[in-house]
């Protein structure tokens, strides 16, 4: 059974971090890549950072200086560290998982405020 379950939203202050990760079960991780994607009540999903199976990174130019997107293939995980969160951040984020399948998680809300 393919499971993503992601963890660590919350409530932060701007200017602030915060690191959410995504625990991978029921098919082959490493095979996979992996992306972060968020969306905000009333705005389409976007993408935010991905990782390949190579290690190969690529994030939105919003959050580019700001986000690190890692994998730990022992472990199953990947994770999304956000720095310098501003309120514009403030969205559900979702793992992602592709390859010819792709799998989501239930997603994590980020909230940036004051």
């Known amino acids: 059974q393919v499971q993503l379950v992601e963890s660590g939203g919350g409530l932060v202050q701007p200017g602030g971090s915060l690191t959410l990760s995504c625990a991978a079960s029921?098919?082959?991780?490493?095979?996979?890549?992996m992306s972060w994607y968020r969306q905000a009540p009333g705005k389409e999903r976007e993408l935010v950072a991905t990782?390949?199976?190579?290690?190969?990174?690529n994030y939105a130019d919003s959050v580019r200086g700001r986000f690190t997107i890692s994998r730990d293939n022992a472990k199953n995980t990947a994770a999304l560290q956000m720095n310098s969160l501003k309120p514009e951040d403030t969205a559900v984020y979702y793992c992602?998982?592709?390859?010819?399948?792709?799998?989501w998680g239930q997603g994590t809300q980020v909230t940036v405020s004051s």
């Open positions: 029921g098919f082959t991780f490493s095979s996979y890549g």
């Open positions: 992602n998982a592709w390859r010819s399948r792709t799998y």
């Open positions: 990782i390949s199976t190579g290690g190969s990174t």
